[in-house]
């Protein structure tokens, strides 16, 4: 079921808090502006906040259903109706957006999209773009999973993510890793689930370290029923435990290769007719394609509610 009407409050009281723990009273109408909240639209585990209506067809919104669609038929996850509903807050422009980023956290690196988690909330911010129904669906997956799953491990989570923000009815293929990834291939990589698994921030992940989660969610998902068995039992046992065993030590149990089935799988990816489309033109560079420093983080004790909240950005 789908609602659009008027929103009647701020959900985003953590952000006009600490403008005002930062003591200028005189910012917060204009904090109010860079938050988009005049209309709600209320469509499955999503609340979307805008500042214009938004129709019940509009291609944003069919993005979400589509995307709780394939989540549910790939992974067998659908939120239950009394969750709290993910928040998603799309600007009017990128303009609005690159404003609002530079007012809130000045130290962000250029990005399109980000998903936060704060207790139980969970939030995506986005823009009206030519990209945003993708940056929709990337980043609402981050929320989906999160609470359905809590953390995941990080490659996983990047790979789950990269993978059902294609449109729907693509199969997960992802156009821009499939170009990319025959290069990675001729320069010298292989693919190495272990090396993935150690990872721990997305500071620490390269642009092919994205592709290369991509294609390992694709290869379970659709290169055998085995495979797709496999990640789904796990997805099962992180749910109970974060602390169970990685992936990679399952296909070593189960005596498969490592790296060579991957390499086949995107073969005969390549060689479908979807595989030979190119980049989109103008792509905005993701927050991973950027170079990142990790810079100094004051001690958690020491934080007050702004250091909280940008904190979150961080993480």
């Not at 790979?159 to 890793?177: D, K, M, Q, S, T």
Request: glycine letters at 6%.
């Amino acid at each position: 079921m789908q609602d659009t009407r008027p929103a009647r409050h701020c959900p985003t009281w953590w952000l006009l808090a600490a403008l005002s723990v930062a003591g200028c009273a005189t910012i917060e109408p204009q904090a109010q502006s860079l938050v988009p909240t005049r209309y709600q639209t209320r469509t499955g585990p999503y609340a979307v906040f805008t500042n214009f209506p938004i129709a019940a067809d509009a291609p944003a919104i069919r993005s979400l259903q589509a995307l709780e669609r394939d989540i549910e038929a790939n992974l067998g996850i659908r939120l239950a109706a009394e969750e709290r509903p993910v928040e998603v807050y799309i600007l009017d422009d990128r303009q609005s957006f690159v404003h609002f980023l530079k007012f809130y956290y000045p130290e962000l690196p250029p990005r399109r999209a980000f998903f936060l988690a704060q207790g139980p909330q969970r939030v995506v911010f986005t823009f009206m773009g030519d990209r945003l129904e993708e940056d929709l669906r990337h980043e609402a997956t981050h929320a989906l999973l999160h609470v359905a799953l809590g953390d995941l491990p990080l490659w996983l989570d990047e790979g789950l993510a990269e993978y059902f923000e294609v449109p729907e009815g693509r199969h997960g293929v992802n156009a821009e890793h499939l170009v990319r990834l025959p290069q990675d291939l001729a320069s010298g990589w292989r693919p190495d689930l272990v090396k993935l698994e150690a990872l721990k921030n997305v500071r620490q992940m390269a642009p092919r370290d994205y592709r290369e989660s991509w294609a390992w969610v694709h290869y379970f998902l659709n290169d055998s029923k085995s495979g797709k068995a496999m990640l789904l039992a796990y997805l099962a046992d992180l749910r109970a435990s974060p602390k169970a065993p990685p992936l990679s030590e399952r296909l070593h149990a189960a005596g498969e290769e490592a790296g060579a089935p991957l390499i086949a799988h995107l073969d005969r990816v390549c060689a479908q007719p979807i595989a030979t489309s190119s980049p989109p033109s103008g792509a905005t560079t993701r927050l991973q394609d950027a170079p990142i420093v990790e810079a100094p983080r004051p001690p958690m004790a020491r934080r007050g509610l702004l250091g909280r909240l940008r904190a979150l950005f961080e993480d």
